[in-house]
């Protein structure tokens, strides 16, 4: 198995509707439903996360290619369930989707790039996006927040405890961490 393949993640911490498998390869014959994300990508096939979708009830399987972000094997890649049971988080060498299952027409691209982590929060029903600036809750009905800018190139999360989320942000002016604390209930950040 490649390096690639084994650097995909798969994380369903939320109930979810549908199911969904990474591809290692685009099929051969694709499924009557295909649908490309952005929509204007181009060169989309090179090195795309290729996933099969089955959404939940009658609905027909579909084949999602996510464009590559970023060829960094250090970039996330993989799945993860969110808070809203139809819709399906992909992430591509650091670019982030997030996909309703049941009209797949209908996406948002999340706008950091690229994403470093992902992470289920789901004792407070959100999934944390975490930037290399900032971070974005997103929630049952969608973004629930994203904070402000918390560093000028980097964050490190050191511990969710509770409603609050602390870490480090790097400050290029001071060349030295800023501990911060991100209410997350709110997405509020304030200087630890």
Same mark, same amino acid.
């Given at each position: 198995?490649?390096?690639?393949?084994?650097?995909?993640?798969v994380t369903l911490a939320f109930p979810h509707s549908w199911e969904a498998?990474?591809?290692?390869?685009?099929?051969?014959?694709?499924?009557?439903?295909?649908?490309?994300?952005?929509?204007?990508?181009?060169? +989309? &096939?090179?090195?795309? #996360?290729? =996933?099969?979708?089955?959404? /939940?009830?009658? $609905?027909?399987?579909?084949?999602?290619?996510?464009?590559?972000?970023?060829?960094?094997?250090?970039?996330?890649?993989?799945?993860?369930?969110?808070?809203?049971?139809?819709?399906?988080?992909?992430?591509?060498?650091?670019?982030?989707?997030?996909?309703?299952?049941?009209?797949?027409?209908?996406?948002?691209?999340?706008?950091?790039?690229?994403?470093?982590?992902?992470?289920?929060? +789901? &004792?407070?029903?959100? #999934?944390? =996006?975490?930037?290399?600036? /900032?971070?974005? $809750?997103?929630?049952?009905?969608?973004?629930?927040?994203?904070?402000?800018?918390?560093?000028s190139e980097g964050l490190r999360i050191a511990e969710v405890r509770g409603?609050?989320?602390?870490?480090?942000?790097?400050d290029l002016v001071t060349n030295r961490e800023i501990p911060f604390t991100?209410?997350?209930?709110?997405?509020?950040?304030?200087?630890?």
């Open positions: 198995m490649d390096s690639e393949l084994r650097t995909r993640t498998e990474i591809l290692p390869k685009r099929p051969l014959i694709k499924p009557l439903r295909c649908y490309t994300y952005p929509r204007e990508a181009e060169e +989309v &096939e090179r090195g795309a #996360l290729e =996933v099969m979708v089955k959404p /939940a009830g009658k $609905a027909l399987k579909f084949l999602a290619t996510f464009a590559l972000g970023f060829a960094d094997p250090a970039a996330v890649t993989g799945l993860w369930s969110c808070p809203g049971v139809d819709d399906l988080c992909a992430v591509a060498g650091g670019y982030a989707y997030v996909v309703n299952t049941l009209d797949p027409k209908e996406f948002t691209h999340i706008e950091f790039r690229p994403v470093f982590e992902v992470r289920p929060l +789901v &004792e407070l029903n959100l #999934l944390l =996006v975490i930037g290399s600036q /900032a971070l974005l $809750a997103w929630g049952p009905d969608g973004e629930a927040w994203q904070t402000p800018r918390l560093s409603n609050e989320l602390h870490g480090f942000g790097w991100v209410d997350l209930r709110t997405g509020l950040a304030a200087e630890a």
